[in-house]
Structure formats: C-alpha cells, structure tokens
C-alpha cells in the first residue's frame, strides 16, 4: 500500500511519537522511509533607521552547529529503524520554509505517504505562529498522517 514514508521530524517529544508510529507502520507494510530534519536558515541582517542589526554568530559556525543537531536528531532515528528493521535514508535541509521543504522532498523522493506530529497549537498561538503540519495538509498532494 505505501512504498516509501517520509518521516519530518523537529527532534521534539511529539515528534518522536511520530518517528515511532511511522516506523512501525513502515515495518508492518515493508516499506521504506525517509526521516526529514529542517533547520532554520542563517538570519539575514536587519536594516532599521540607521543601524544593522547582524548575528554574532558566523555562518560557518551557524551551519556547523545546525549540521550537528540534525544530525544528532537523524542519528537517533537511524538507530531505531534498524532495531525495526525498517531501511532508512535521512535528509537535512535549511530552510525558513518547513513545510515547503517537507512537500518538495515527498515528491522528489517519490514518497507515497508523511507521517508527522501536530503540535496542537489553539487559539492565538495557532493563527500567529501557524502550523507547518497544517501547511503541509493544506498543500500536500501526497497524503498525510497526523500523530497526536
């Protein structure tokens, strides 16, 4: 039924109950899976009335330590699909984008099905900060299951 999940991930506990349910369902259905891990793009400079607010943090360091905790979080994931049996390739991209990036790696890895975790933001929260499981709902031509 479904060949190939991608697995989006932001380390969290949640999302781990997500990992979890998907690598699962991909044993049961001998599928393969894909775990997906964003990070934030290195913050442009802001220009306000005369001064430049920049990072003090170089991008060569931002990227090293963005590299690092993906891989941290892909390496946890790896581990646990091999207990499962389940085979696993791993993916990090940056991007200001998740949601944009989890849709465009569902097509290019051909993945039939995405399986994430809801972060289950209400009210105020959920219309300011948004959610990019909603996005992905709302944009995905690939079908998409929610963990709670």
Same mark, same amino acid.
């Given at each position: ?11 969290? @506990?949640?999302? %781990?109950?997500?990992? $979890?349910? *998907?690598?699962? &369902?991909?044993?049961? =259905?001998?599928?393969?899976?894909? #775990? ?35 891989? @941290?979080?892909? %390496?946890?994931?790896? $581990?646990? *699909?091999?207990? &499962?049996?389940?085979? =696993?390739?791993?993916?990090?991209? #940056? ?54």
């Amino acid at each position: 039924m479904y060949m190939h999940i991608l697995i989006p991930t932001d380390g969290s @506990k949640l999302s %781990a109950k997500a990992v $979890k349910s *998907a690598l699962t &369902l991909a044993r049961d =259905l001998g599928s393969k899976a894909t #775990a997906f891990y964003a990070t934030p793009e290195y913050p442009s400079p802001i220009y306000s009335e005369g001064a430049v607010f920049t990072s003090y943090v170089t991008r060569a360091d931002y990227t090293r330590a963005q590299t690092e905790a993906a891989r @941290k979080v892909l %390496a946890a994931i790896e $581990k646990q *699909a091999a207990a &499962l049996g389940v085979t =696993l390739a791993t993916e990090h991209a #940056a991007s200001n984008s998740p949601s944009e990036s989890i849709i465009k790696l569902a097509t290019r890895r051909k993945c039939d099905l995405i399986v994430m975790a809801s972060h289950g933001r209400h009210g105020v929260a959920a219309l300011l900060l948004g959610s990019e499981t909603q996005k992905v709902l709302t944009h995905s031509k690939v079908p998409v299951l929610v963990v709670r």
